[in-house]
């Protein structure tokens, strides 16, 4: 933008970003080429359960449990087959449309007071938001163990075990805290200028919400609304206390899933790439953000 | 604690509040609301919610904790009891969980802070593939928690078809050694798992933190003539002193909560119950409700512990954002 106005500061801003990056120690080759390969080394041997996990989810059972691992055996999608009922007939449809329903429901709930707290904490703050910050931040301190108990012996006496509804309050509350640092962090950076042109204007705050502040922060939004997701859709300790076999999610499904005796290798494996999936495509959909939500906002 | 590390914060946000206030008059008195009620709305419903959500829950958990409550003998409930704390502190499988929990969270916190450190520095550089490695780096960290249990337990630790065994066979040939991880080493089974799982999350922070180093400072050193070491030793180490501590803080709080893991490779046999999974037992098998409240209590004071210093930690790195 500043380029076609002012060339100069920008082509010193270049001249000192090639003299940073000198300074970073970019510079010596040999030094990257052997921390190239020991990159590599490393992050294949990361990898490599992942990909492990994904070939044998394509092996037929006997070849999918051979000693040593038949790595290049025929690929098959028997284990998909089994895994979605083909001969047990145990549907692996509702859990994983109740993850749906709770981390998704519970997402966009998360966001939708999120917004309004975060502008509450940063646009126009009220007089102690910093305590007000901290207070969000110390419940996520406190252990999903902590309120275990009570949230289960006040489901078992209203009627609310086993339903889903329940636990995507639930897990509202667990991510909202992450929601309001994140969604804070994204308002702080929104110019003043804009909300004071706006309330000049006249414009009310759902109008201000609406107009400005949601267009501006909709990346931070998505990439809030993601890393939410992931943290309901992945979450065991209260789903498989609170629920079972109706509202029962795919982590509780997938608990359950290895009674069986004999050859299953292949089908868990599918199993557990399937259930996956959804994290995996929304983890690298917030790549960029996912330090970001991780450390609460904290770092950016 | 939050109150006074975050008072200069405030006091700033309100000075810059204040100056905002001076030009426009009609701007001026939709700002200047003095009961502050119109400011505070919009944050009420996340609040009140989080309030009935969080606080009341873990209220009720610490009166049960002083209660003797069995839900299979409905008539002995009463109130007024230290048991629970007793049993909690004298029983040895207790004890045990308390000592796992301690033993497990500083291990992969550790393991896993070192390696990410290493991991950052390296993927800090410019090589071929920068990307892709970084990458591969963060998968782990997205394969769902029982996914990556189950994944560990039947496809890599399995004595008979397991990827280690069946590696070990491929490099030794038949002879080679075939341990069956989980039955021999159960608690380390489970720790070089978790450790699997959290690098991943301890390599981004740290990655992030080398990346926000101050590249005048860094250039400055170069020119002085320091050699990789030097600016590693005094520039990059400083700097990263508080990534250090955010990414060890956060892994601790996170790490202290490990349930999937537990549930899913041992269901706490061998030693590896830890107090998550303890308290999950003593709810869901033993159905003590005063005990299984003690038990949570006892969580949440180690996790207060570690909060403390979480706290300070990010309210220093917010402070600095906000200045």
């Known amino acids: 933008m500043t380029t076609a106005l002012a060339p100069e500061p920008s082509k010193l ?16 080759r040999r030094g990257n080429v052997i921390a190239g390969i ?3 080394i490393i992050g294949i041997l990361f990898v490599f359960p992942v990909f492990f996990m994904v070939l044998t989810s394509l092996h037929s059972e006997p070849n999918a449990s051979t000693n040593p691992p038949s790595f290049f055996a025929p690929l098959t999608l028997q284990g998909y087959k089994e895994f979605f009922g083909a001969s047990s007939g145990a549907s692996p449809w509702p859990p994983l449309i109740n993850s749906a329903i709770a981390s998704i429901i519970s997402t966009i709930l998360v966001i939708v007071l999120a917004i309004p707290a975060a502008y509450a904490l940063s646009v126009r703050p009220i007089k102690k938001w910093t305590d007000a910050m901290f207070f969000f931040l110390s419940t996520k301190m406190l252990p999903a163990v902590a309120g275990l108990l009570p949230l289960y012996i006040f489901a078992k006496y209203l009627g609310l075990l086993d339903n889903i509804n329940y636990l995507l309050i639930l897990y509202t509350a667990m991510n909202l805290p992450i929601a309001v640092w994140m969604m804070r962090s994204f308002l702080a950076d929104i110019p003043v200028e804009l909300f004071e042109a706006a309330a000049v204007d006249g414009a009310g705050l759902i109008r201000t919400l609406r107009s400005i502040i949601v267009p501006i922060i909709s990346p931070g939004i998505a990439a809030t609304a993601l890393i939410c997701f992931i943290f309901a859709w992945n979450e065991l300790l209260l789903a498989n206390t609170l629920t079972s076999v109706v509202a ?35 983890g690298f959909a917030a790549q960029d953000k996912l330090v970001q939500g991780l450390s609460l906002g904290a770092v950016k | 604690m939050a109150t006074t590390t975050a008072a200069p914060v405030d006091a700033q946000a309100e000075a810059k509040a204040a100056k905002k206030k001076e030009p426009k008059p009609p701007f001026n008195e939709r700002w200047l609301d003095k009961k502050g009620w119109s400011r505070r709305v919009p944050l009420l ?31 002995e409930i009463a109130f007024g009891t230290l048991n629970n704390y007793v049993t909690v502190f004298t029983d040895p499988a207790l004890r045990s969980s308390v000592f796992f929990t301690i033993v497990l969270t500083v291990t992969v916190v550790v393991v896993s802070l070192a390696l990410g450190l290493g991991i950052s520095l390296l993927l800090n550089r410019s090589f071929f593939g920068r990307g892709a490695v970084r990458t591969m780096m963060i998968t782990p960290f997205l394969i769902v928690p029982v996914a990556a249990a189950l994944l560990w337990k039947h496809a890599l630790y399995n004595p008979v078809y397991g990827l280690f065994n069946g590696m070990l066979t491929l490099i030794f040939g038949q002879n080679a050694p075939q341990p069956d991880w989980i039955t021999d080493f159960p608690r380390l089974a489970i720790e070089l798992q978790l450790i699997w799982y959290w690098t991943p999350f301890m390599t981004l922070i740290l990655l992030a933190g080398l990346q926000s180093r101050p590249g005048d400072v860094l250039e400055a050193a170069s020119v002085d003539g320091a050699n990789s070491w030097q600016t590693f030793r005094w520039i990059t180490m400083p700097h990263m002193r508080r990534y250090l501590e955010l990414g060890g803080l956060l892994g601790s709080i996170y790490v202290v909560q490990t349930f999937d893991t537990v549930y899913v490779m041992t269901a706490g046999s061998l030693g590896t119950a830890n107090l998550p999974y303890t308290v999950y037992e003593t709810l869901y098998s033993a159905q003590d409700y005063g005990l299984a409240s003690a038990q949570g209590v006892v969580v949440v004071i180690f996790s207060i512990a ?4 979480l706290l300070r930690t990010v309210s220093t790195l917010f402070a600095e954002e906000n200045r």
């Open chain 1, 38 to 40: 020991v990159a590599w």
């Open chain 1, 13 to 28: 801003a270049n001249q000192r970003r090639k003299s940073n990056a000198k300074a970073r120690g970019l510079g010596s």
């Open chain 2, 45 to 75: 419903p996340a609040l009140v919610f989080t309030i009935i959500l969080t606080q009341i829950p873990f209220v009720a958990t610490l009166i049960i904790s002083f209660m003797n409550w069995q839900a299979n003998y409905p008539n």
């Open chain 1, 248 to 282: 029962g999610t795919a982590p509780v499904f997938l608990t359950s899933f290895v009674t069986s005796q004999g050859l299953f290798l292949a089908k868990v494996c599918a199993a557990a790439t399937v259930v996956s999936l959804p994290v995996i495509i929304a």
């Open chain 2, 306 to 309: 570690i909060a403390t210093f």
